[in-house]
């Protein structure tokens, strides 16, 4: 059976569309002649949920050696004047595809440009290679050109249909002494749960122990075409407490409890939560994983303190120096923070330039200096800032 490989890449397809519809690309600059695979690979899909993807493809009018595509022919030019008869074969059950035309047929000098939409609601899992078959016309190239129709063909994309690894315990948090649960299935049926405490599909707080602990379910299956399986896993913590735990009230809901508002328990009681690390429970701003803005009078992440700007940090947001480099006036600007005075050393560590300033801003005049690097030390009351400045005239 001949092989005609045409180009092809996703496209995602608007929801309940009756027709393929999309822009296919034109990816033949990076393909032989005749055209070939861009992407065959499809998204992938998850079973019993609504699906759509595109595959677009590409036709040439170039000639080609026939050998590209069936080795038989090698020697003969030839070039595809037509393609149709579409029938689609190793889609998942509840998954069709169809092309945006019934036939193409490249004309001219340009690409021609098709597409095909592949979807529905697939009800079976795995790996499958969804085959579009088709027939091609071709035609012999030179001074005598010989047609040759109905060439079957066909190409493959590849569509992986996961399961649903969904299950649903009746809590996340237990008492030690609390009876075995049972562990219900609401996806895909099949899998295996494991973890501590699980046996089958019941999980044992006695026997999990005290803590934090994980329960993984996971499926694999292979349905209907498929030519390999397709797995998932869904992983739930659950906490089991000891008998007589401190809980500490949330008000503000930011998951830091408050540890003047306590209770004891068994399990985690609505509101409440397993940590006293809160400095404020009527706002859910200010709790350890907030950042502190420095020097407004709030401790928003409860370090204890408010944080206060340090003098690098004032440097960073209000210090404007320019231009760098200079050809001779540089102007020093801090905004709000006063300049006391301002030292310009050389790379030998010599002085030269000295200024008494006390204002937020100033020109310093560096015209005498020889081209080169300098050091800029401004003195504020706070501290020094140091600044590199090139001398360039």
Same mark, same amino acid.
């Given at each position: 059976?001949?092989?005609?490989?045409?180009?092809?890449s996703?496209?995602?397809?608007?929801?309940?569309?009756a027709?393929?519809?999309?822009?296919?690309?034109?990816?033949?600059?990076?393909?032989?002649?005749?055209?070939?695979?861009?992407?065959?690979?499809?998204?992938?899909?998850?079973?019993?949920?609504?699906?759509?993807?595109?595959e677009?493809?590409?036709?040439?009018?170039?000639?080609?050696d026939?050998?590209?595509?069936?080795?038989?022919?090698?020697?003969?030019?030839?070039?595809?004047?037509?393609?149709?008869?579409?029938?689609?074969?190793?889609?998942?059950a509840?998954?069709?595809?169809?092309?945006?035309?019934?036939?193409?047929?490249?004309?001219?000098?340009?690409?021609?440009?098709?597409?095909?939409?592949?979807?529905?609601?697939?009800?079976?899992?795995?790996?499958?290679?969804?085959?579009?078959?088709?027939?091609?016309d071709?035609?012999?190239?030179?001074?005598?050109?010989?047609?040759?129709?109905?060439?079957a063909?066909?190409?493959?994309?590849?569509?992986?249909?996961?399961?649903?690894?969904?299950?649903?315990?009746?809590?996340?948090?237990?008492?030690?002494?609390?009876?075995?649960?049972?562990?219900?299935?609401?996806?895909?049926?099949?899998?295996?749960?494991?973890?501590?405490?699980?046996?089958?599909?019941?999980?044992?707080?006695?026997?999990?122990?005290?803590?934090?602990?994980?329960?993984?379910?996971?499926?694999?299956?292979?349905?209907?075409?498929?030519?390999?399986?397709?797995?998932?896993?869904?992983?739930?913590?659950?906490?089991?407490?000891?008998?007589?735990?401190?809980?500490?009230?949330?008000? #503000? !809901?930011?998951?830091?409890? =408050?540890?003047?508002?306590s209770?004891?328990?068994? &399990? @985690?009681? /609505?509101?409440?939560? %397993?940590?006293?690390?809160?400095?404020?429970?009527?706002?859910?701003?200010?709790?350890?994983?907030?950042?502190?803005?420095? #020097? !407004?009078?709030?401790?928003? =992440?409860?370090?204890?303190?408010?944080?206060?700007? &340090? @003098?690098? /940090?004032?440097?960073? %947001?209000l210090?404007?120096?320019?231009?760098?480099?200079?050809?001779?006036?540089?102007?020093?600007?801090?905004?709000?923070?006063?300049?006391?005075?301002?030292?310009?050393?050389?790379?030998?560590?010599?002085?030269?330039?000295?200024?008494?300033?006390?204002?937020?801003?100033?020109?310093?005049?560096?015209?005498?200096?020889?081209?080169?690097?300098?050091?800029?030390?401004?003195?504020?009351?706070?501290?020094?800032?140091?600044?590199?400045?090139?001398?360039?005239?």
């Amino acid at each position: 059976m001949k092989k005609l490989l045409l180009s092809a890449s996703a496209f995602t397809l608007m929801s309940g569309m009756a027709q393929a519809q999309c822009t296919p690309v034109d990816c033949s600059a990076s393909l032989p002649a005749y055209g070939g695979v861009c992407d065959t690979l499809l998204i992938d899909a998850e079973v019993n949920q609504p699906y759509s993807d595109f595959e677009s493809f590409v036709l040439t009018p170039n000639c080609f050696d026939a050998g590209l595509i069936d080795p038989g022919s090698a020697g003969l030019e030839i070039r595809i004047t037509n393609i149709d008869g579409f029938t689609y074969s190793g889609f998942p059950a509840g998954v069709t595809g169809q092309t945006n035309q019934a036939s193409y047929a490249p004309s001219g000098m340009n690409n021609t440009l098709g597409c095909l939409g592949v979807s529905g609601t697939p009800t079976e899992i795995g790996v499958f290679n969804c085959t579009m078959d088709f027939l091609a016309d071709v035609i012999t190239c030179g001074f005598i050109q010989l047609p040759q129709p109905d060439n079957a063909a066909n190409y493959v994309l590849w569509l992986t249909v996961r399961p649903n690894a969904a299950f649903t315990v009746p809590s996340t948090d237990f008492c030690v002494s609390d009876a075995a649960v049972n562990l219900t299935v609401t996806g895909t049926a099949g899998g295996t749960f494991s973890g501590p405490g699980v046996t089958g599909n019941s999980f044992n707080p006695a026997t999990a122990g005290v803590g934090a602990h994980e329960i993984m379910y996971v499926i694999s299956a292979q349905q209907g075409a498929a030519i390999a399986p397709a797995a998932d896993t869904m992983i739930m913590t659950v906490n089991v407490y000891s008998a007589g735990t401190t809980f500490y009230q949330d008000a #503000d !809901n930011d998951g830091f409890g =408050d540890p003047n508002a306590s209770a004891l328990g068994c &399990s @985690l009681p /609505d509101g409440y939560v %397993s940590n006293n690390l809160d400095c404020d429970d009527a706002d859910p701003n200010i709790n350890p994983d907030e950042t502190d803005i420095p #020097d !407004n009078g709030i401790d928003e =992440d409860c370090s204890g303190a408010d944080a206060t700007a &340090s @003098l690098e /940090d004032i440097a960073a %947001s209000l210090l404007e120096i320019y231009p760098n480099p200079t050809n001779g006036l540089l102007n020093i600007d801090l905004k709000t923070v006063l300049i006391n005075s301002i030292e310009v050393v050389d790379l030998n560590g010599r002085v030269v330039n000295n200024t008494v300033v006390n204002e937020n801003s100033y020109t310093a005049d560096l015209t005498s200096l020889l081209n080169g690097v300098y050091l800029v030390k401004i003195n504020t009351p706070s501290g020094m800032i140091q600044k590199r400045v090139l001398v360039q005239k």
